[in-house]
Structures are given as structure tokens and as C-alpha cells.
């Protein structure tokens, strides 16, 4: 990939614009955590309230099921939104050399994509006894993959989700899903003959524990706006 010189969609690598003091450091075990995705402010799929601002994710993976990265509000991760004017508007130093980097995965393109539900349906994803009286067709409708916007899909029950007034906003996978061809063999990713949910290649992504996904809410009626982090696992 080229150096990165602007703020571009991205799964793993080093944040960029984040000032170092706002770097999140895990309070289970001290140690910085390490940086899942970054996607900037859009009025359609991702609205954080304000051009320029940018929602960064982390959790740590220092020591993986010993910290608490799982739970929302457990300081083992962090979901942060960024001010245009506190860019630094490059890439973020690691605060250490033990800083662990997750691969990186820059987004070139969003495709935009009709889960099939009613707006009535959807409000029934986030409460658990309306979500479990749901057709099985209803919520298997709802992709697995990493996305902005839509409704979650659950891999054990809406209960662990925050309250009005904060609103789901996406879904991080624990594998990076490829909807095109690579233009040349990359290690550790692999084609998928069974071409799931449209991609082309896979490979491993964060610790979400088995086959997790991770959860992404923002409360946009905080100053600043505030961002909650969570996933499940089968």
C-alpha cells in the first residue's frame, strides 16, 4: 500500500490524525491497546455529527482472554471520536516498541447493500424477547461480515447492547473479508472457493474469541461524542 498522508477507511495498522495523549491504554493490564478500525464522518453511513470527525476503535491484545476486551465499558478497549481540529494529520507513533500493530486493510470503495427488513423489523434487534420471536429467514437476512450501518447481528443476544440514547452503527468481523481478487499473493491470505457473503479471499482478523464480532455504538447527544465497544463470541 502507499504511505498513508490523509484519513482513509481502515482495519488495523497505526491510527492516523490521533493526537499521542489520546492513544488508550488498557486498565487491566497497563499496556497500550492496539488500533482495530478508523472511519471518518459521512452523512449516510456513518453520521458522527460533523465533517472531518473520525471514529477510531481498540482494544488490547497484550494478552488475549486475560483482559477484559469483550466487554463494553471494561477499559480492556476503546471506541474514541476524533475533532477535525485535533488531527495531527499524520500517522500516530506507536507509544511503544511492545505496541502490537493488527494487520492492515485499507477500504477502497463501500458497497451499499438492502438487508431486506422493515424499519419495524429492525427496531425488534435490540431488544432480546422481540429479537428471539423473530423468523429464523428475519435475522439470517443480517450479513456476518464488517459494515457500517444496518442492524447487528447477533451471535449470542441483543441484552449486552447500551440503551437510548446510544444507536448501533456497525459491526467489526473477526476475519477481513475481500470482495476483490488480490493483484498478488499476500501471506496469510487465502481464496475462498465458497466465495461467502461475496468475497474473494479472507484472512484472520482481531481476537473476537471464536469466530467473534465486535459491536460498534455511538451516543451523538455527548460532548464530546462518545463511542461503546463490545463483542460476542459462539
Known amino acids: 500500500m502507499p504511505p498513508q498522508v490523509s484519513h482513509e477507511d481502515k482495519l488495523g495498522g497505526l491510527p492516523f490524525g490521533l493526537p499521542s495523549s489520546q492513544w488508550p491504554v488498557c486498565k487491566d493490564c497497563g499496556k497500550p491497546q492496539s488500533l482495530l478500525a478508523q472511519f471518518g464522518h459521512h452523512a449516510e453511513r456513518l453520521d458522527l455529527g460533523k465533517p472531518g470527525r473520525v471514529l477510531s476503535v481498540f482494544q488490547c491484545n497484550h494478552d ?79 450479513p456476518t461480515s464488517t459494515r457500517l450501518g444496518g ?13 437510548a440514547p446510544w444507536q448501533f452503527v456497525g459491526q467489526l468481523d473477526s476475519t477481513y473479508s475481500f470482495l476483490r481478487p488480490l493483484k498478488e499473493a499476500v501471506s496469510g491470505v487465502h481464496a475462498d472457493p465458497d466465495r461467502w457473503e461475496g468475497r474473494t479471499h479472507f484472512c484472520a482478523g482481531p481476537n473476537f474469541g471464536d469466530g467473534g464480532i465486535a ?3 455511538i451516543n451523538r447527544q455527548s460532548v464530546p461524542v462518545s463511542g461503546w465497544f463490545f463483542w460476542q463470541c459462539g
Not at 155 to 163: K, L, N, R, T, V
Request: glycine share 8%; net charge negative.
Open 64 to 142: 488475549p482472554g486475560m483482559c477484559s476486551t469483550w466487554e463494553g465499558g471494561s477499559g480492556a478497549n476503546a471506541c474514541l471520536v476524533t475533532e477535525p481540529e485535533e488531527s495531527t494529520g499524520k500517522l500516530t507513533p506507536a507509544p511503544t516498541p511492545e505496541t502490537i500493530a493488527e494487520r492492515e486493510a485499507r477500504v477502497v470503495d463501500w458497497i451499499v447493500e438492502d438487508d431486506g427488513l422493515s424499519e419495524s423489523e429492525a427496531a425488534r434487534f435490540f431488544q432480546a424477547d422481540s429479537y428471539f420471536e423473530l423468523p429464523p429467514l428475519k435475522t439470517e437476512l443480517v
Open 215 to 217: 459491536y460498534l455504538f
Open 151 to 163: 442492524v447487528p447481528h447477533w451471535i449470542q443476544s441483543p441484552d449486552e447492547a447500551p440503551g
